[in-house]
């Protein structure tokens, strides 16, 4: 069957090699790992299916969706940064975001003006006529493999157990853009608590090999 080149542009948008810098990241994983929080394969497996379920997964999913359908994306962008939990968490999205704004602006002469990742990539998802429900899957899918690609890099996580910990999430990816579908701000939370203090501890970490 055909395949629609919009998922390839999709594809583009999502893939480790696009330069939003998000390598240099680590969404406080460093920390837990550094405190033993994180240990093993499963244990990363269990620390990334809380932040799918309740926390900036699942919450960034919300945000892109909103930025898809909304007539002032930049509204959306001002909550989501009120969201947005300690100093490295608000300038991870917001570096990555300028990062792929500047890109998608010049390869695709979209317009967009800076905007926090899940901000930037729903808008632009709707102004490249992405399909929304695919763009949300696929980022959360791409969240995944920049935290696991972290974790490996940092030693307690092989090359193939990180791979088998992607493919034991695609489920919950898919699961959370579905449960997202209709979702509006009021409906945005955060309870994955121990991932929300090791990203605001990193902040004094020392040594850290990632910004955040």
């Not at 509006?184 to 955060?190: C, E, L, P, Y």
Request: charged share 20%; net charge negative.
């Amino acid at each position: 069957m055909p395949i629609d080149a919009r998922l390839l542009t999709l594809t583009q948008w999502l893939a480790p090699g696009f330069p939003t810098g998000a390598f240099a990241y680590s969404h406080g994983i460093e920390t837990a790992i550094h405190d033993g929080w994180i240990a093993d394969a499963d244990g990363l497996e269990a620390w990334l299916r809380d932040c799918l379920t309740d926390g900036t997964g699942r919450a960034d999913a919300i945000w892109l969706r909103l930025a898809h359908v909304v007539d002032d994306p930049l509204e959306i962008d001002a909550k989501a940064r009120a969201f947005t939990l300690g100093h490295e968490r608000l300038r991870e999205a917001e570096r990555q975001g300028s990062a792929f704004v500047a890109t998608v602006n010049a390869i695709w002469n979209l317009a967009l003006p800076d905007m926090l990742l899940a901000v930037a990539v729903g808008r632009a998802a709707r102004l490249a006529g992405l399909d929304i429900d695919a763009t949300v899957a696929l980022y959360l899918q791409a969240f995944v493999a920049n935290l696991t690609s972290a974790a490996i890099r940092l030693s307690p996580v092989g090359q193939t157990a990180g791979q088998r910990v992607i493919l034991h999430l695609q489920d919950l990816c898919l699961q959370v853009a579905d449960q997202t579908r209709g979702a509006d701000a009021d409906d945005v939370f955060g309870n994955a608590f121990l991932s929300d203090i090791a990203a605001m501890r990193h902040e004094t970490l020392e040594p850290r090999l990632f910004q955040s």
